[in-house]
């Protein structure tokens, strides 16, 4: 999916939320960000700009959370998760028990809502 076709499906998730609880505005989102997904909190936070304009979620906090990685280790069976802080940059993910680029990655891609909070007339 394109970047900013997932940025518009979870502004339209915050939206109908706070329709749904008659809201006059949204004051905060949170998103979760798998560590491997390649957009960066300002690209982000950048399309989230473009996209609320003239919503009721123009002014709201974007607050992006980092999740962590989880693999499981083709070669040794590790299951866990692994640190990217040092490797942001490079999408592939090795096994920290064994440096196998052989793993499966279970969670770490994926970018979602979290909580929102919203102001009521
Ligand atoms: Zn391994």
């Known amino acids: 999916m394109h970047s900013s076709a997932v940025v518009q499906s979870i ?3 915050a939206l109908e939320t706070a329709e749904d609880y ?3 505005s949204i004051t905060e989102i949170n998103i ?5 997904n390649l957009m960066t909190t300002d690209k982000i936070k950048y399309i989230f700009d473009v996209l609320s304009k003239n919503t009721i979620a123009e ?3 974007l607050i992006i959370n980092e999740t962590e990685v989880k693999i499981k280790c ?3 069976s590790y299951i866990g998760s692994i640190d990217k802080a040092n490797n942001k940059m490079s999408p592939m993910a090795l096994c920290p028990n064994c440096g196998s680029p052989r793993v499966n990655v279970l969670s770490g891609y994926d970018l ?3 909580n929102i ?3 009521k007339p």
């Open 117 to 119: 909070t919203i102001e």
């Open 74 to 76: 083709n070669d040794c």
């Open 22 to 24: 008659d809201a006059n």
């Open 59 to 61: 002014n709201a906090d």
């Open 32 to 36: 979760e960000v798998g560590k491997l």
């Open 112 to 114: 979602k809502i979290g």
């Open 11 to 13: 502004l339209n998730i």
